[in-house]
């Protein structure tokens, strides 16, 4: 119901609907992730809420499984590949408000569960450069390249200059 919204250009329905599926269905990650999806141009800081509440889910789900030392244990083909969207959204919108320690955690939990997406590998970097340890995010890139996760041709090598 909520996408038939959307596909109308009727977003406020839309938003009404996922509301809806976010009380009836709390432990499901979808109407969080599509309601970010839905406002993250118009109104960033309402689908980075959206997105942490999805991350508060996901993150329960995990422990409830594998107990807290699920990062430790858990293989990236366990995980949902939009589970990599969630943690990288987050990721970056921590590392723009500055928060570069909770932006690296985001983000090397997004590059654990999506080895061969660049956009993770890009932010890590970023996060570190921001950080003023730019030797660490070419130190990620590099080890990512080594491993095969990347190209050799990527343009990502520019952190290392």
Not at 14 to 42: G, N, T
Not at 48 to 56: M, P, V
Request: proline share 4%; hydrophobic share 35%.
């Amino acid at each position: 119901m909520a996408k038939s919204h959307v596909q109308l250009g009727e977003k406020d329905k839309a938003l009404e609907r996922l509301d809806s599926l976010m009380i009836h269905y709390p432990y499901d990650v979808m109407p969080f992730m599509e309601a970010a999806r839905l406002v993250k141009e118009d109104r960033p800081f309402d689908a980075l809420r959206y997105y942490i509440d999805a991350i508060s889910i996901i993150t329960s789900q995990y422990k409830a499984r594998y107990g807290e030392g699920y990062m430790l244990v858990m293989s990236p083909s366990e995980v949902p590949s939009y589970h990599f969207e969630i943690f990288l959204e987050v990721g970056k919108a921590y590392i723009e408000q500055e928060d570069y320690a909770m932006g690296e955690n985001l983000l090397r939990w997004a590059v654990h569960i999506n080895r061969k997406h660049e956009e993770g590998y890009r932010w890590l970097a970023e996060c570190y450069a921001r950080k003023g340890e730019a030797s660490r995010g070419c130190q990620v890139i590099r080890r990512a390249i080594s491993r095969g996760y990347l190209n050799r041709t990527t343009p990502l090598t520019s952190y290392c200059d």
